[in-house]
């Protein structure tokens, strides 16, 4: 042991009746004991030369220590407080051990390529699993700036593998993830699952999904909304809507002109 604990208050109450020279002899005693991790020798003669006990009076407080604060045994003189911190010293050490090489596999795990998809559905019908980061972005060059490995973490958690349907227009889908990354508001995998669900239910119900998410990405939104009926437009209402507003223009120029449709023009007054 490269330390141990000193309780001062349980070791001044075991030891008050003791004199100064016995005291420091049982300090040096557990001293040893820790250190070694095993009993002190039986040979009296030979422990008292490791302790540096040369005189008569250090030499009776060996003795004097041994009868009160240990045990013999075959192994040796037995200390049982000592004995149970070295048991709770090497437990603490397993602990610390084993917690380390679990984090160590974590990241063994982490850092492990991950195979590449199927680009088919399987016979089982499991769709494949992509990546829904943006399919526009640029290569990195060798001319660019390394990555830092904090770079690399923030990427790899943009980046959760998440299986995409085949009736998700990838178009409309990626401007949204854009959107939400630019916003820093980049989803996790549960939440672009939760987004997916949403959107299948919307298409079910009759929504225009790629819609559905271009007014997301419009507006900022984080999340995706069912378009109102009265807020789906095409082109081709629109330029009635036109047409009309025209005809009633061209219908109101005339009455005031006094314009017939044969186009006769009546004088008034």
């Keep these: ?28 005693m557990i001293e040893m004991y820790y250190d070694t991790e ?26 004097q220590v041994l009868s009160e604060f240990f045990t013999e045994t075959e192994q040796g003189w037995a200390n049982g407080r000592c004995d149970k911190e070295i048991e709770a010293y090497h437990k603490k050490l397993n602990d610390k051990s ?17 195979e590449p998809a199927s680009n088919k559905e399987s016979s089982t019908g499991v769709q494949q699993v992509l990546t829904y980061c ?33 009736w998700l227009p990838l178009l409309n889908w990626n401007a949204y993830l854009e959107m939400r990354k630019e916003k820093k508001k980049i989803p996790t995998a549960r939440a672009v699952e939760l987004v997916l669900a949403e959107l299948l239910k919307l298409m079910q119900s009759g929504q225009d999904i790629a819609a559905v998410l271009d007014k997301s990405t419009r507006n900022g939104w984080t999340d995706v909304y069912a378009i109102k009926p009265d807020q789906v437009r095409g082109v081709g209402s629109v330029v009635t809507d036109i047409d009309a507003i025209n005809a009633r223009n061209n ?3 005339k009455r005031l002109l006094g314009i017939h449709d044969d186009g006769i023009r009546t004088i008034n007054g």
Aim: hydrophobic fraction near 35%; charged fraction near 25%; proline fraction near 7%.
């Design 1 to 28: 042991m490269n330390y141990y604990p000193h309780h001062i208050g349980d070791f001044n109450s075991a030891t008050r009746h003791l004199s100064r020279t016995e005291r420091s002899i049982y300090r040096d």
């Design 38 to 63: 095993q009993p002190l020798p039986l040979d009296r003669a030979a422990l008292c030369r490791k302790l540096m006990a040369r005189s008569d009076e250090e030499s009776t407080a060996v003795e």
């Design 98 to 114: 084993a917690a380390g090489k679990a984090s160590a596999a974590a990241r063994a795990a982490n850092k492990a390529p991950l």
């Design 134 to 166: 943006s399919t526009n972005q640029e290569p990195r060059t060798s001319n660019q700036q390394p990555v830092t490995k904090n770079q690399e973490r923030k990427e790899k958690a943009a980046q959760p593998a998440v299986a995409l349907p085949e």
């Design 251 to 253: 219908a109101e120029a």
